[in-house]
Structures are given as C-alpha cells and as structure tokens.
C-alpha cells in the first residue's frame, strides 16, 4: 500500500492532511457543542441522557459527554495525522466507528436510556456520511496506483 503522496507545501501525504482536517473539524465541533448560541437550548444540556433537549446548531442533539468524545476525537485525528500509517488508521477506525453509531442510532429508541451520548435523527445520518466519508477517504488516499509508463 502505498501512502507515499507526499504535498511538496507541508510534506503531508494526502492521507496526512485529511485526517489532520477531519481532526480540526470535530475538535471544532466539540468546542462549538459548549457554546450558547451555537447550541440551542443550551441550558437543558445535561452530562449524558437523552433528556438533553440541547442541540448543536439547531440541529444535532448533544450532551457535555457528546461534545467531550467530539474534542477526543478530534484531538485523536490530529494526533494520529503525525503518520501515514496512522493518519490511514484514524481515517478507517473512525470511520467504522461511525458507521457502528448510525446502526445503534437506528435501532435504539431515542427516548430511551440506550441514548445515552444522545442521538437523534439528524445525529445519525450525519454519522453516516462520516462513516462512509472517513473509510473513503482512508482507502482512497493510501490506495496503490498502477506504475505509469516511461
């Protein structure tokens, strides 16, 4: 496999930048979770229930324990953008990790104690499109490519 795609600006392979982006991102998205304004209904946030009514833009449900794995996350896929190698694992395994939440996000009831993290609907597509974009991403940055004729 190689994962030898080396950007002559930072000398980060494409996998490198990737996870190094996608770790930005959640690390921003954890942070953005414990701002009022940003998160609508900021007061009714709890530490991890699915009573937290709180939610991220509007939109995607949160918890302080919800935010906290975003900035874990986060600072694993800047971490582990260090390496090729790693970077490929964090794309990967996260992603896999995701495509795990969506199906549990799916099955459980949302207004049981199984949504603990909490989730919601907007959550759990969302979890999708990481998991499917993670693993893309992963595979497709590190992929061989077929030795081109001299």
Request: net charge negative.
């Amino acid at each position: 496999m190689s994962t030898h795609h080396v950007t002559p600006a930072d000398g980060r392979t494409r996998v490198q930048q990737a996870a190094l982006a996608v770790g930005a991102v959640f690390l921003l998205v954890g942070l953005l979770g414990f701002i009022p304004g940003v998160t609508t209904a900021y007061d009714t946030m709890e530490f991890a229930e699915h009573h937290s009514e709180a939610e991220l833009l509007g939109l995607f449900q949160v918890s302080i324990l919800h935010n906290i794995v975003h900035l874990l996350f986060g600072l694993a896929g800047i971490a582990m953008a260090r390496a090729a190698s790693t970077a490929r694992t964090f794309l990967i395994g996260g992603g896999v990790v995701y495509l795990v939440l969506w199906i549990y996000g799916l099955i459980i009831d949302h207004d049981s104690a199984a949504n603990f993290v909490p989730v919601n609907t907007a959550d759990n597509w969302l979890h999708f499109v990481l998991g499917v974009g993670m693993v893309a991403l992963g595979v497709l940055l590190t992929r061989r490519t077929a030795p081109t004729a001299r």
